[in-house]
T-cell receptor
Framework: KAGVTQTPRYLIKTRGQQVTLSCSPISGHRSVSWYQQTPGQGLQFLFEYFSETQRNKGNFPGRFSGRQFSNSRSEMNVSTLELGDSALYLC?????????????FGSGTRLTVV | DAKTTQPPSMDCAEGRAANLPCNHSTISGNEYVYWYRQIHSQGPQYIIHGLKNNETNEMASLIITEDRKSSTLILPHATLRDTAVYYCIVEGGSEKLVFGKGTKLTVNP
């Protein structure tokens, strides 16, 4: 079966711009989580959506936002980009809310802010 | 903050068992132990999870001590493709997964 699909794979943006990343979960999965990975901070939780509702949110500024659509696809948006936002952004999907059944991660979107 | 402690790195010979330890002394009764691994430049991959009993699947075995304060992930016959960072995570039912720094396992030929 198809895995978690993240688009685009690579992105270069300029400081001050905004960016939207997309995640298509495994068919039938209703929960989508987003993580940011940097060499300094490691993997950090951004937010989790289930049935179009945000269920959990990490400690990130309001410039980071997300949403989930009725087909479970999710997008995350980062406004007013800063150099420190350069990171690998990972999306994970699961069948139910919470990590019980194991998250399936996508390959990520590598964002570079210049 | 992560609730687990793992050695930063380990080495293992190809074909031998890799035993990766994890301490989680503050684990509470309803928290599970999860293991994920991340091969360079890829998203983390779920391996296994357990609550109290030992668990085994096609990838690995998870041994949890009786007091649940520590656990060991066992890869029975490590291959070069098992070289990765392995994360031990303790989390309750509806909470997010908090990743620590993990253990970098290097499998040597």
């Amino acid at each position: 079966k198809a895995g978690v699909t993240q688009t685009p794979r690579y992105l270069i943006k300029t400081r001050g711009q905004q960016v939207t990343l997309s995640c298509s979960p495994i068919s039938g999965h209703r929960s989508v989580s987003w993580y940011q990975q940097t060499p300094g901070q490691g993997l950090q939780f951004l937010f989790e959506y289930f049935s179009e509702t945000q269920r959990n949110k990490g400690n990130f500024p309001g410039r980071f936002s997300g949403r989930q659509f009725s087909n479970s696809r999710s997008e995350m948006n980062v406004s007013t980009l800063e150099l420190g936002d350069s990171a690998l952004y990972l999306c994970a999907s699961s069948l139910v809310w919470g990590p019980f059944e194991g998250y399936t991660f996508g390959s990520g979107t590598r964002l570079t802010v210049v | 903050d992560a609730k687990t402690t793992q050695p930063p790195s380990m080495d293992c010979a190809e074909g031998r068992a890799a035993n990766l330890p994890c301490n989680h002394s503050t684990i509470s009764g309803n928290e599970y132990v999860y293991w994920y691994r991340q091969i360079h430049s890829q998203g983390p991959q779920y391996i296994i999870h357990g609550l109290k009993n030992n668990e085994t699947n096609e990838m690995a075995s998870l041994i949890i001590t009786e007091d649940r304060k520590s656990s060991t992930l066992i890869l029975p016959h490590a291959t070069l493709r098992d070289t990765a960072v392995y994360y031990c995570i303790v989390e309750g039912g509806s909470e997010k997964l908090v990743f620590g720094k993990g253990t970098k396992l290097t499998v040597n030929p």
